[in-house]
Each structure stands twice: as structure tokens, then as C-alpha cells.
């Protein structure tokens, strides 16, 4: 459902909820080649509908998050990364709802998007978690709905399949968290579907509203995760 229009926040939470039950490195393996499935569903509903500017600028520094994340592999505390994304996207989220402008629209610039699509890149591959940094660039500047989410599905699609590349080199794709995946993927196309519905019949207000809140909770999971 985040694939088809709830936003990378509510999908922060599929990892963890899995790692209540078997290991994180396990969990963020299995559910990689399902977000491929869900990437194929998701860019085909919005292949018309995506920010190419934003695009260009996010794609590119992405790459190079998963270039350096793969290179740090193992060599950095991924609680120490958990809990540096959670104070930040805390703190984005209280600017955004203190702040005496009332949530101005924000034309962040190149400078910004490398910045937070390199980090993007380097947090999804190192500890899975890189809606975060892309919605803090993107959540500002106040996209329509579906051309918001259309931009991230295919962000995001193009960073899930290059991650392939590293899990594949560490081993992680091995052949019993390949079948678990295969078993699970039916339900892919199913939570594309509902998440379509959801954006198409909720008002943009509202959507922007639940994107926020989504943001924070998973902002103050991955500071749990980090001291805990």
C-alpha cells in the first residue's frame, strides 16, 4: 500500500515488523526482490505521472549513496545510523508543524536534492530506510498527490533494483530467503491496488497530512531502533 500511494513512511515500518521475527539483514533480503514486484506495478500506474526535474536531480546522488553505502558495508553502526535519520526527520517534521509560515511551499534546490537523495541512496542500502531523506526534499515543495507519489515509485524502483547488485555480492539473496519472497509476492500487486484507491479518493489536504504523521512515526522507530 505505501508502493500504490501511502508513502515510503508507512513503508519504513515493513522491516522492522519483520525483524520481530527473524534477523534485519534476513528481513531487508526477502523483502527486496517483492519491492522489485511492487516497483513494476507501482511505475506502470504512475509511468504519466512523475516530477522529471526532481527526477534527474535524485536518481543521480542516489546512485551514489548506494556506490558509498556499499563500499561502508559492515563498517558503520547501523544503530548510529538509525538514530541520526530519526532525530533529523523528528525535527523536520516539528519545522514543519511549528513554524510560524504555516508549511510555506519550498522550491529546494539542486544542492538540496543531491544532498538528500545521496543520503537516500546510502540509508536505503546500509539499513533500508530511505523514504525519509527523500521525503524531507520532496514534502515541502507541494507536488500534486499522484505526481508526488509517482516521482518516489520510481525513485525508489530504480534504487531497489541496483541494490540487487551489492545484496546479491554479500550473499544475501540466497535461495531460502528467494522462496520465502516468492511465497509472499502474490500480495504485491494486491497492496498496490488498495494504496491507488486510498490516493485517488482521499483529498490532497489529507494525504499530505497522513504523509507527515507517517514520517514522524517512522522517524521515532528508527531513534528506538537506534538506542534499543
Known amino acids: 500500500m505505501a508502493k500504490g500511494g501511502l508513502g515510503p513512511g508507512v513503508g519504513a515500518i515493513c522491516v522492522p515488523l519483520l525483524s520481530f521475527v527473524m534477523e534485519p539483514m534476513q528481513a531487508a533480503a526477502i523483502m527486496l526482490p517483492i519491492l522489485c514486484v511492487m516497483d513494476i506495478f507501482a511505475v506502470y500506474h504512475f509511468r504519466r505521472n512523475f516530477d522529471f526535474q526532481r527526477l534527474a536531480i535524485l536518481i543521480p546522488s542516489g546512485i551514489v549513496g548506494i556506490i558509498l553505502a556499499s563500499l561502508l558495508m559492515g563498517q558503520l553502526p547501523a544503530d548510529g545510523i538509525r538514530s541520526v535519520i530519526g532525530v533529523i526527520v523528528i525535527v523536520f517534521c516539528f519545522d514543519y508543524w511549528f513554524r510560524k509560515d504555516g508549511g510555506e511551499k519550498s522550491n529546494s534546490g539542486k ?118
Open 111 to 228: 544542492i538540496s536534492g543531491f544532498f538528500w537523495g545521496t543520503l537516500a541512496g546510502f540509508t536505503s542500502t546500509q539499513i533500508h530506510a530511505g523514504g525519509p531523506p527523500v521525503s524531507i526534499y520532496l514534502l515541502p515543495q507541494k507536488l500534486d498527490k499522484v505526481v508526488l507519489m509517482g516521482t518516489m515509485a520510481i525513485f525508489f524502483a530504480v534504487m531497489n533494483y541496483l541494490k540487487l547488485i551489492p545484496y546479491t555480492l554479500m550473499g544475501a539473496l540466497h535461495i531460502e530467503n528467494i522462496m520465502t519472497s516468492v511465497l509472499l509476492m502474490p500480495l504485491a500487486p494486491i497492496g498496490v491496488r488498495l494504496g491507488n484507491i486510498v490516493l485517488y479518493r482521499v483529498r490532497q489536504q489529507l494525504i499530505y497530512r497522513f504523509l507527515y504523521i507517517a514520517l514522524f512515526v517512522s522517524g521515532l522507530k528508527l531513534l528506538y531502533d537506534g538506542f534499543f
